[in-house]
């Protein structure tokens, strides 16, 4: 069955720290892959995604992601965290067949200590 | 400029009412949706529309009720509302259908539903 898993529902860390994200997914092909930010009260912004090349992808706010096959995981990272980091994180991944559907995984809570 | 808007922001009402949200898109899509999201914030995908056509309608109740006027438009109408259907709801758009690698989901801000 095809599904998008975070695993992670909180995290908390501490300005400055580094950061990863998890997602994992089931899926018989490879993907089309993508993070989405929600900061509170505030629709889903898109972070960055990916389909195919370099594994490592780059996205805005200074987010990157590296896809890894073989683990099935494309988990999101970020060196140094900043304050205005503190959102809600979506992994989503893009199923085709029939009409591709964007599923999305179960957020994770980011909070950031000063 | 708002690229998607949604109309109103939150919307108290009692159970058995009959409700509406309504979304605008000014990017010029051709495919707009509407996601639920639970208290749990989990996401899920409601309904798609491209071109003023319903493509994708994902097991919800007949109590939900889309409907677009035009491209640019897609409104929700919840009949006899329940409690269950208390959520955050979520319009979105992308260029293509069904928001593909390089049509990614543009979303508005999402209307809290609260039914007492």
């Known amino acids: 069955a095809q599904s998008v898993t975070q695993p992670d529902i909180h995290i908390t860390v501490s300005e400055g720290a580094s950061l990863e994200l998890r997602c994992n997914y089931s899926?018989?092909?490879?993907?089309?892959l993508f993070w989405y930010v929600q900061s509170p009260g505030q629709g889903l912004q898109l972070l960055l995604k990916?389909?195919?090349?370099?594994?490592l992808v780059q996205g805005i706010k200074g987010f990157e992601a590296e896809f890894k096959r073989s683990q099935s995981s494309f988990n999101l990272r970020k060196p140094s965290v900043h304050w205005s980091d503190a959102a809600e994180y979506f992994c989503?991944?893009?199923?085709?067949?029939?009409?591709?559907?964007?599923?999305f995984g179960a957020g994770t809570r980011l909070a950031v200590h000063p | 400029d708002t690229a998607v808007s949604q109309t109103p922001k939150y919307l108290v009402t009692q159970m058995g009412n009959d409700k509406s949200i309504k979304c605008e898109q000014n990017l010029g899509h051709d495919t707009m949706y509407w996601y639920k999201q639970d208290s749990k914030k989990f996401l899920k995908i409601m309904f798609s529309y491209n071109n003023k056509e319903l493509i994708i309608n994902e097991t919800v109740p007949n109590r939900f009720s889309p409907k677009s006027p035009d491209k640019a438009h897609l409104n929700l109408h919840i009949n006899s509302l329940e409690l269950g259907d208390s959520a955050v709801y979520f319009c979105?758009?992308?260029?293509?259908?069904?928001?593909?690698?390089?049509?990614?989901?543009?979303f508005g801000n999402g209307t809290r539903l609260t039914v007492t």
């Open positions: 899926y018989g092909a490879t993907p089309y």
């Open positions: 979105a758009s992308s260029q293509d259908f069904p928001g593909s690698y390089n049509s990614p989901l543009h």
């Open positions: 990916y389909f195919s090349g370099d594994t």
């Open positions: 989503a991944v893009l199923f085709s067949g029939g009409y591709n559907k964007l599923i």
